[in-house]
T-cell receptor
Framework: GAVVSQHPSWVICKSGTSVKIECRSLDFQATTMFWYRQFPKQSLMLMATSNEGSKATYEQGVEKDKFLINHASLTLSTLTVTSAHPEDSSFYIC??????????FGQGTRLTVV | GESVGLHLPTLSVQEGDNSIINCAYSNSASDYFIWYKQESGKGPQFIIDIRSNMDKRQGQRVTVLLNKTVKHLSLQIAATQPGDSAVYFCAENQAGTALIFGKGTTLSVSS
C-alpha cells in the first residue's frame, strides 16, 4: 500500500530557530500533499495544501511566512517552521491522497520549542 | 458543527463488549468519509471508509454506518480488545479536497 515517511519523528529546538520537517512519498508520486497540526487532546487541523511545482495554499489563520512549504519534487514536501516560538510546539502531520480519496498519513513530528 | 449530545469525548468499555463511536459531520456536500485510529504519538491509521452512495460498510470487526439525512456517522467495533484503545476520529471530504476531521473520541478498553 501507499507509504508516507515523515522525518524527524520528534525535535526540540530553541526559541527563534527554524525547523524543517520532511514528508516523503515512498511508493508513488504525490502531486498534492497536506499538512496538519494537532495540539494535545485536539483534532487534526489542516494548515495547508502543498502542490508540486507551485505555491502552497494556506488555510485561514495560518501564517505563510512562518510555515514555509516547499514541494519541489513529486515525492517530497517540506514544512519549515521559521523563528519558532513555544506556542508553535505541536504535533505536525503530513498526508497524501490516492485517486480513491483515501489519505495516508506520515508518522507525525512532535515539535517542542524551548 | 457537532450535534449537541451526539459526540462523546471518551468511551470506556469492557473487553469483549461492542463499542459504538458517533460523529456528526458538517458539510452536506461531503461524499467520502473515513474513520481513523490514532495511538499516542503516532499519525492517524486508516480503519474503514464509506462513500455517500452507501449507508453501511463492514470490515473486519468494524462497521461504519452513514445517515446522510442527519449527517451522522458511526463506527461500531465488535468484541472490543485492549489493543483497540486509542483516539478515534471521523473525517469527511469532497473529491480532491483535504480531509476535515471531527472531534476525537478516546476509547478505553479494560480487561
Amino acid at each position: 500500500g501507499a507509504v508516507v515517511s515523515q522525518h524527524p519523528s520528534w525535535v526540540i529546538c530553541k526559541s527563534g530557530t527554524s525547523v524543517k520537517i520532511e514528508c516523503r512519498s515512498l511508493d508513488f508520486q504525490a502531486t498534492t500533499m497536506f499538512w496538519y497540526r494537532q495540539f494535545p487532546k485536539q483534532s487534526l487541523m489542516l494548515m495547508a495544501t502543498s502542490n508540486e511545482g507551485s505555491k502552497a495554499t494556506y488555510e485561514q489563520g495560518v501564517e505563510k511566512d512562518k510555515f514555509l512549504i516547499n514541494h519541489a519534487s513529486l515525492t517530497l514536501s517540506t514544512l519549515t517552521v521559521t523563528s519558532a516560538h513555544p506556542e508553535d510546539s505541536s504535533f505536525y502531520i503530513c498526508s497524501k491522497k490516492t485517486g480513491s480519496s483515501e489519505a495516508f498519513f506520515g508518522q507525525g513530528t512532535r515539535l517542542t520549542v524551548v | 458543527g457537532e450535534s449537541v449530545g451526539l459526540h462523546l469525548p471518551t468511551l470506556s468499555v469492557q473487553e469483549g463488549d461492542n463499542s459504538i463511536i458517533n460523529c456528526a459531520y458538517s458539510n452536506s456536500a461531503s461524499d467520502y468519509f473515513i474513520w481513523y485510529k490514532q495511538e499516542s504519538g503516532k499519525g492517524p491509521q486508516f480503519i474503514i471508509d464509506i462513500r455517500s452512495n452507501m449507508d453501511k460498510r463492514q470490515g473486519q470487526r468494524v462497521t461504519v454506518l452513514l445517515n446522510k439525512t442527519v449527517k451522522h456517522l458511526s463506527l461500531q467495533i465488535a468484541a472490543t480488545q485492549p489493543g483497540d484503545s486509542a483516539v478515534y476520529f471521523c473525517a469527511e471530504n469532497q473529491a480532491g479536497t483535504a480531509l476535515i476531521f471531527g472531534k476525537g473520541t478516546t476509547l478505553s478498553v479494560s480487561s
